[in-house]
């Protein structure tokens, strides 16, 4: 099992910069691959970006090319999301995932992702 646990969310005004972190449980962090998805209030959990176990391949949604970024210290077994130029649509629920450690590759879709933190507010003020 794997337990994680998001922080770093917040009131932000447009524009502005936030960072999530996310930290996990265990000593098989190097070998998961992780991710972070976010859900907006009515609509479904969406990819936003994902990090391979090395932190060698990162993969992001279109909608957040440019603006996020997505990385991991496994020495310290966190995984972040530095969030700038915030729009009012990024406003969401943000959550971690990660991956099994049998799985291949690194995942895109939530189905992918074995295990998952409660999430972090994100809010954009215009």
């Known amino acids: 099992q794997v337990q994680l646990v998001e922080s770093g969310g917040g009131l932000v005004q447009a524009g502005g910069s936030l960072r999530l972190s996310c930290a996990a449980s265990?000593?098989?962090?190097?070998?998961?691959?992780m991710g972070w998805f976010s859900q907006a209030p009515g609509k479904e959990r969406e990819f936003v970006a994902a990090?391979?176990?090395?932190?060698?391949?990162?993969y992001y949604a279109d909608s957040v090319k440019g603006r996020f970024t997505i990385s991991r210290d496994n020495a310290k077994n966190t995984v972040y999301l530095q969030i700038n130029s915030l729009r009012p649509e990024d406003a969401a629920v943000y959550y971690c995932?990660?991956?099994?450690?049998?799985?291949w590759g690194v995942g895109t879709t939530a189905k992918w992702y074995a295990f998952w933190g409660q999430g972090t507010q994100v809010t954009v003020s215009s």
């Open positions: 990090i391979s176990g090395t932190g060698g391949s990162t």
């Open positions: 265990g000593r098989t962090f190097s070998n998961r691959a």
């Open positions: 995932a990660a991956g099994s450690i049998t799985s």
